[in-house]
């Protein structure tokens, strides 16, 4: 069963980190079955706190969801991630 890992973008704390990450993250993809569906397009919240950005990665189930997030290239870049904005994230499965 498809699994999707969301990532929701609150608010950047440091553009210069978000740069190392947006490098990193690109590659990290690479020899993962993953599918990026949504990648902080145009977004207008409609319920609770205001959304800076979203991501939503198809995955064929979520055992590929988990090894390509606890990737060691993935783990490198989320490091970044994690310095330079404040984010929630995911995994659900799908129907």
Known sequence: ?????????????????MGQ?????????AGHPLKPLVAYGKCETLEGAPVDGAVVLE???MDAAKAWYNSPAYTEARKH?????????FITQGV
């Open 1 to 17: 069963m498809s699994a999707y890992i969301i990532f929701i973008r609150d608010r950047i704390r440091d553009e210069a980190e």
């Open 21 to 29: 990450y947006g490098a990193l993250a690109r590659p990290a993809m």
């Open 59 to 61: 995955f064929p189930d």
């Open 81 to 89: 991630r994690h310095l330079g904005a404040d984010y929630r994230a």
